[in-house]
């Protein structure tokens, strides 16, 4: 693959997405940042970055995004899939339509914009699809079982397409971030808090959510540049690895997770939604 790389990033409004955005576009890469919200992208163009308003779950939209950078471009050597949110709550409290929302967005999305880029990677011999996982992929997190139910199938997903693709010349690269400072945390506390409302889950729930979203406000969190880096790397590495796993607690809370009887890991989960980390 050439060194200055056309790159098709999603999700790049906030957080990690834009800052990696802006970070390949320094790096001299043809940078074009997808999202719904345009508005929050415009900073990006100072950079050089090229704004496309895209909805992941809508196929009309993905399919005139990737388009226009085949038009402008003529070709697509990189694929960013970091659109995605979360949903917490309890499986039986989150409206179903919540949650086929959150798999629609974090794995159908994901999957259907792979598939538009796929064949023009085949005909240019070369490409690389990037996809944001988590640790949550790895291990289950209290109350947050819909949101792991997407990044688990993420995980698969990316195994199963890294094989398929490998005579193709396309590479298939996971970054699993850890916990990191963005505004994924309060929002995924927000759902929890509507989700436990007025059920038997309402008063853990309700504390569980108060815990996170006092986590995401302290120090404990890696920044989104520890993130960036990884990208980064994926993106310039003439090998890249099969993933990248970055940020407080990738590593750590994965060992834990393996290590562990699963009723010790259940209950040290369970305990966090007691403790009252915020009075």
Same mark, same amino acid.
């Given at each position: ?28 890469? #043809?940078?074009?940042?997808? %999202?719904?919200?345009?508005? &929050?992208?415009?900073?990006? +163009?100072?950079? /050089?970055?090229? !704004? ?98 997407? #990044?688990?199938?993420?995980? %698969?997903?990316?195994?199963? &397409?890294?094989?398929?693709? +490998?005579?193709? /010349?396309?590479? !298939? ?103 009252? %980390?915020?009075?």
């Amino acid at each position: 693959m050439k060194q200055n790389k056309v790159i098709l990033i999603t999700g790049a409004s906030s957080g990690i997405g834009f800052d990696a955005a802006q970070t390949l576009a320094q790096q001299g890469h #043809k940078v074009y940042a997808a %999202a719904r919200r345009v508005e &929050l992208m415009e900073p990006l +163009k100072a950079y /050089g970055v090229k !704004v496309i308003k895209m909805d992941v779950t809508d196929e009309a939209s993905m399919s005139q995004g990737v388009e226009a950078v085949i038009q402008a471009e003529g070709r697509i050597d990189v694929l960013v899939n970091n659109a995605g949110y979360g949903y917490f709550g309890t499986i039986e409290t989150v409206p179903l339509e919540d949650a086929r929302r959150q798999v629609e967005v974090n794995v159908f999305g994901l999957a259907r914009l792979t598939q538009l880029v796929l064949p023009y990677m085949r005909k240019q011999g070369s490409g690389r699809i990037i996809n944001t996982s988590s640790i949550a992929g790895k291990m289950v997190i209290y109350m947050g079982g819909w949101y792991n139910v997407t #990044k688990y199938s993420v995980e %698969a997903f990316s195994d199963a &397409l890294r094989m398929e693709m +490998k005579p193709f /010349g396309i590479d !298939v690269v996971m970054i699993e971030p850890g916990s990191i400072k963005t505004d994924w945390g309060p929002i995924a506390a927000k759902h929890l808090m509507e989700a436990s409302a007025g059920t038997a889950y309402e008063e853990v729930g309700t504390q569980w959510a108060k815990n996170i979203d006092w986590f995401y406000k302290t120090n404990f969190l890696s920044k989104p540049s520890v993130i960036t880096k990884a990208i980064s790397r994926a993106v310039n590495s003439r090998h890249p690895k099969a993933r990248y796993s970055r940020g407080r607690f990738s590593i750590s809370g994965r060992v834990m997770h393996a290590l562990m009887p699963a009723r010790w890991w259940d209950a040290m989960m369970r305990k966090g939604g007691k403790i009252k %980390a915020v009075k």
